[in-house]
Every structure is written in C-alpha cells, then in structure tokens.
C-alpha cells in the first residue's frame, strides 16, 4: 500500500500566529484606552460639570456606554473569531461597501489619525524633560510611531510585550497616584454642592452634560481595537468577550477613582484652572519632583496608546484585503514574523507624516465624526444580524438584548447628529473623506470581477 503524500505545506501561504492570551487580551484594552485623557481632561469636564456628583456621573454614563459597546462587539468577536474586527462585522451585516468604507477611513483617517494625535501629545509632554524646537520635536514624534511600527513588523510577540509591560506600568502608576491622593488629599468631598471658590454657579446643565460627555468618549477611545487582533487569540471565542469586559471595567474604575483622588486634593476652580491636573495635584502634595515624576508617566501611557493603535490597525486591512476588497498588498504576511508587514509600513509612514506635519489638529474633529459613525453601524450589527441570521451559532450574547445595542447606537447617533448641527463644516469633510474611498472602492471591485 503507498503511503499518502504529505501535504504540501510550502505551499501554504503565512497566516498570523495565534500567541495572545486573555491577560494579552485586557492589557490592549486597557493599554490603548488610557492615554493622556484622565490627564489632561478633567478640566475640561469641570468647566462644563459644576457639582461633583455630576462630573462623577457623566465619567460613569461613558464608563457604562464603553462598557455597552464592549458587550455588543463581545458577541460579535465570538461569532467572527478571526482578525477584522469592525470591518468583518459591518462586512457580514451591511455588506462590503460599508466595511469598505469602514476600512479606508480607518487608514485614512481615524486609527492612522488618533496614532498621530496621541504622538504629538507625547511630544509635548517629552518638552517638559527636553528642551526642543519644532524640527527637533516633531522629528521625535515621527520617530516614535516609526519605531514603535518597525517593533510590531517584528511579530506579535514583541508588540504584546511591550503592550503588557506598559500596561502594567500605568496602571501600578496611577494606582499609587490614586492612593496617595487619596490618603494625603484633605479637602473634603461635597457631591451634592461643591464649593466654587469664586466660579459662578454651580447648577447643572443638560447641555454641559452632553458637551462633557463627547470628552469622556473620547478619553474612553480604543476599546474596540482589540477586535482587529481576534486571528491571533489562542481562544478568541471566550478571550475576546472577557477581555473586552474586563479590561473596559479596570478603566472605568481607574477614572472614577482618579477623579475623587483630584477633587480629594484640589479645589473645583484649580481644576478647571490646569491641563495637566495629575501632576499639578502632585506637585501641590510632593513638589516640583512629583511632578515630573507624573509627566512621566503620561508619557508611558501615552506610548501604551501609540503601541495598542500601531499593532492592531494593520489587521484590519489585511482581513479587508484577503476578502478581496481592500488592494492586495495589504493581505501580504512576512514569512519570517508572520506579520502584516506592508499595512504596518504604509499605517506608520501616513502616521509619522500627520503627526510631523502638525496638520492632524484639523483632522480631530473628522476622527471623532467619522468613527461614531461606524461604531453605532458595528453595535447595530448585532440587531441586524439576530434578525437576518438567527440560526448562526452564537457562543456570547449580549446581556439585556436588545436595550444595550439600542442605548448604544442612541448615543451614537446624538453624537453624531451634534456634531454635524455645531460643526457643520467639519461634519462634511469627515463625510467627504469616507466618500473619497468609493473610486478606489468600485475599481477594485472591477479588477475583482475581470480576474
């Protein structure tokens, strides 16, 4: 009898390697997450919360609709275990145009963007330790994400370490942080009326609710990412749910103690008063030392951020690629690293170019239009795909069905509807930029069809 040929596994094309575990899982949410948001954005909350039952509200109402989303995108992870995320998603509900779309805007626009965003604020944080002029500075923000890009390229191992070792750093950071602020702090804690000190009025508005809340979304950023790392979960049918919900609860905790830490140690109007709010209640506390200790930490969280974006963008596009519709050189995987090397060059090089430009601070508001978009778009997925495909097999579903998806997608779209009535301007361009994908869009779908 001969033997049976062994297969011909030369042949095979490189496929992502599974090495991410659920600690894996929660370090990239929490990594990417917590950046330099809790930092910098309590003042803006103050000035438009004035009672501190309301700041601490508004953080949970965020905390709760991350939270909601997380839930919903947990169903949708054990459903397509595989690298995507919100594009595989949108692709099975909406059809291809849309995560098309999705896709291109990412690149384009929202993860290529936010990378930029958060290293031209590592940039301005490294200015407090470094004397630099503007060439200098943005030579190393551009040299970050470019470094931090060329360890990805590398594999999923060195990415994930350097995820976990950050995460683990900011969190041990801010939790003595919260700690010593706590113990130290000695004002006391008024939820219901909280002094002023000379700022007038403390009543509660409505529209200073939803104005701060878009803040807090924005300081909960990132928590969708881990999806697009789904292919290379050992388990991802049970490590993405748990850690999408895990991870999401440790920031939401994080924050809210954070700020009773603040308002332990500083009034309402030196709040307001400061950008940098952490290392100001510090310095208040320890001195000028303490400080700078806590800039420092920014500066790791904020890299913890770039890190998390960096690793798990480029799997988006080259899920979008092996289906045919996104261009072919995205689904390319290094035989040696097993990692999408091409997307991660052309994610860091339009990156590394946004942020040296200095032009990204116009694009912000575009990000922020342009993800909501297709965020409240993936949560209703979930609607869409119970009705459509109800016998698919479904290993998570979401708790509360259908009122956290509705919530969700809710608050998506009052977002998004505010954006588009107080920016209107900048609303149309974040809606030109995702149209601007649909030529490249129908000539791929052409040269699809000939071959």
Known sequence: MTPAPAPNT???????????NLFDVAAIVVGTIIGSGIFVLPSYIAAEVKPLWGVMLVWGVGGVLTIFGALSLAELGAMYPASGGLCT????????????????????????????????????YAK????????????????VILGLTFISCLGIRGGKLIQNSIAVAKIGGLAA????????????????????????????SAAGFGIALIAVLWAYEGWHVVSFVAG?????????????????????????????????????????GSNAVAAF???????????????????????GSINGMILSGPRVYYAMAQD???????????????????????QGVWAAGLAASGTYQQLFTYVIFTAWIFYGLAVGAVLVLRRTRP???????????????LLFCMAAASLVVNSVITQPKNSLIGIAVVASGLPLYFFLGNRNRDT
């Open 10 to 20: 030369a042949s095979s094309p490189p496929a992502l390697r599974k090495e991410l």
């Open 89 to 124: 998603y949108l692709l099975h509900a909406y059809g291809p145009t849309t995560a098309f779309l999705y896709a291109w805007s990412l690149l384009f626009v929202i993860h290529s963007g936010s990378i930029a965003a958060l290293a031209v604020a590592f940039g301005i």
């Open 128 to 143: 407090q330790f470094f004397a630099m002029n503007t060439i200098v500075e943005r030579s190393l923000v551009a040299a």
């Open 177 to 204: 942080v919260i700690l010593l602020l706590s113990i130290k702090g000695t004002l006391p804690l008024h939820f219901s009326s909280t002094p002023l000190d000379g700022l007038a009025g403390h009543s509660f």
């Open 232 to 272: 290379e979960m050992k388990r991802p049918r049970i490590d993405l749910p748990r850690g999408l919900l895990f991870g999401t609860a440790v920031v939401m905790l994080i924050y809210m103690t954070a700020n009773i830490g603040y308002y332990h140690v500083l009034s309402p109007a030196e709040i307001q």
């Open 281 to 303: 209640a510090m310095g208040k506390l320890f001195g000028p030392r303490a400080a700078s200790a806590i800039s420092l930490l920014v500066l790791v969280s904020i890299l």
């Open 324 to 346: 045919g519709i996104f261009p072919r050189g995205f689904a390319s995987i290094n035989e040696r690293y097993r990692t999408p090397v091409f997307a991660l060059i052309v």
């Open 391 to 405: 016998n698919l097999e479904r290993p998570y579903r979401v708790p509360g069905y259908p009122w956290i998806c």
